[in-house]
T-cell receptor
């Protein structure tokens, strides 16, 4: 148990559906991240939020829309996805940028399948 | 962030020490060495990190060469639950641009 929870753990959706992934951290961290992990590929950083402000968008298509209402919650809104978007979506959190201890704590991930 | 090179896979007998190497010959002076692991179907888990000195915690030890161009993660008594992909990452303290490579798949054998 890392203190980072993600729901749902599994999601199957059609290409015309709209769904949202939720991440919550109970660690008092100020930075939160979304990563994508496709089969047999390295983790890809998607978005970074620090103190609720988006500070990184790693050229992610607009069909993925992040939302960070507060430092403890992070959402990833999905719409009109493609089958190639099927992957494990991981959320992580860390302290802010001050200090050396910026290790990231990951949630268990949401396994997304787009039909 | 500096690029890292790790073997694709390794085997280790249960109860023996697992030594996982990582080359980072282009590491710069302000970059730390971090190790994470990812057990199948779970999120990555932080293990340890260091700058110049060797580090030890309850999970593992990290040995960094004097020139900092390579490091070794040591799991002193590997168990079957240590079977995972281990990622070596070098980065500055900034939270951004943490780049995971393909890692080393460690198989602990009974």
């Amino acid at each position: 148990e890392t203190g980072v929870t993600q729901t749902p753990r599994h999601l199957v959706m059609g290409m015309t559906n709209k769904k949202s992934l939720k991440c919550e951290q109970h660690l008092g961290h100020n930075a939160m991240y979304w990563y994508k992990q496709s089969a047999k590929k390295p983790l890809e950083l998607m978005f970074v939020y620090n103190f609720k402000e988006q500070t990184e968008n790693n050229s992610v298509p607009s069909r993925f829309s992040p939302e960070c209402p507060n430092s403890s919650h992070l959402f990833l809104h999905l719409h009109t996805l493609q089958p190639e978007d099927s992957a494990l979506y991981l959320c992580a959190s860390s302290q802010d940028t001050s200090g050396a201890y910026n290790e990231q704590f990951f949630g268990p991930g949401t396994r997304l399948t787009v039909l | 962030d500096a690029k890292t090179t790790q073997p694709t896979s390794m085997d280790c007998a249960e109860g023996r020490a697992a030594n996982l190497p990582c080359n980072h010959s282009t590491i710069s002076g302000n970059e730390y060495v971090y190790w994470y692991r990812q057990i199948h179907s779970q999120g990555p888990q932080y293990i340890i990190h260091g700058l110049k000195n060797n580090e030890t915690n309850e999970m593992a030890s990290l040995i960094i060469t004097e020139d900092r161009k390579s490091s070794t993660l040591i799991l002193p008594h590997a168990t079957l639950r240590d079977t995972a992909v281990y990622y070596c990452i070098v980065r500055v303290q900034s939270y951004q641009k943490v780049t995971f490579g393909t890692g080393t798949k460690l198989q602990v054998i009974p």
